[in-house]
């Protein structure tokens, strides 16, 4: 079956404890990317990533990175997590933009609190 | 700036028939979708738009002018499930996403 998995789906941690969450894709897709998600601002990106080892930020990439080691993954790091990356996360994959439909598909989100 | 506007809330009537409107201001376009989410889900595909003109899926379609930058989604016999927030998003010159903000649809029987 096709599907991106993120681990944990829920997260309550306390501010400056270093985080990861991972994301997972079995589709092949080149194109990643991690989006936040807040009442009332729809999706911001964060980071994308078009290809292994090739990252760029989105719209507010402060407080987190990224890495593309390999294809199907693409974990999001908190190195030092504050109360206002508080939100839902949501990683999602697709084939290059301008190289098919473009539809992206994702993961089933991960809700973080930093206390 | 780039920007995608639409309606924050709609309210609609079960068997009914709802628009929602998109208008958007990009640096280029190559493409428009729209999105389903429900609450406390992942957003999921629902149309893709990249030619002026209307694309129909069942009982959604989508519509599409790019002269006047603006779309709509359509949905037709309005079932309680239909209630959800719905997500334009515009792929610009840079094959970025920009999301809008949603309209969240409320079915009322």
């Known amino acids: 079956e096709a599907q991106v998995t993120q681990n944990p789906r829920y997260l309550i941690t306390v501010t400056g404890k270093k985080l990861t969450v991972t994301c997972s894709q079995n589709m092949n897709h080149e194109y990643m990317s991690w989006y936040r998600q807040d009442p009332g601002l729809g999706l911001r990106q964060i980071y994308y990533s078009m290809n292994v080892e090739v990252t760029d930020k989105g719209d507010v990439p402060e407080g987190y990175k990224v890495s593309r080691k390999e294809k199907r993954n693409f974990p999001l790091i908190l190195e030092s997590p504050s109360p206002n990356q508080t939100s839902l996360y949501f990683c999602?994959?697709?084939?290059?933009?301008?190289?098919?439909?473009?539809?992206?598909?994702f993961g089933p989100g991960t809700r973080l609190t930093v206390l | 700036g780039q920007n995608i506007d639409q309606p924050t809330e709609m309210t609609a009537t079960e068997g009914a028939i709802v628009q929602i409107n998109c208008t958007y201001q990009t640096s280029g376009f190559n493409g428009l979708f729209w999105y389903q989410q429900h609450a406390g889900e992942a957003p999921t595909f629902l149309s893709y738009?990249?030619l002026d003109g209307l694309e129909e899926k069942g009982r959604f379609s989508s519509f599409l002018s790019r002269s006047k930058g603006y779309s709509y989604l359509l949905l037709k016999e309005l079932q309680m499930k239909d209630s959800a927030s719905y997500l334009c998003a515009v792929l610009d010159s840079n094959y970025q996403l920009i999301w809008g903000a949603g309209t969240k649809l409320i079915i009322k029987p």
């Open positions: 738009n990249v």
């Open positions: 999602a994959s697709s084939s290059l933009p301008g190289q098919g439909t473009d539809t992206q598909y």
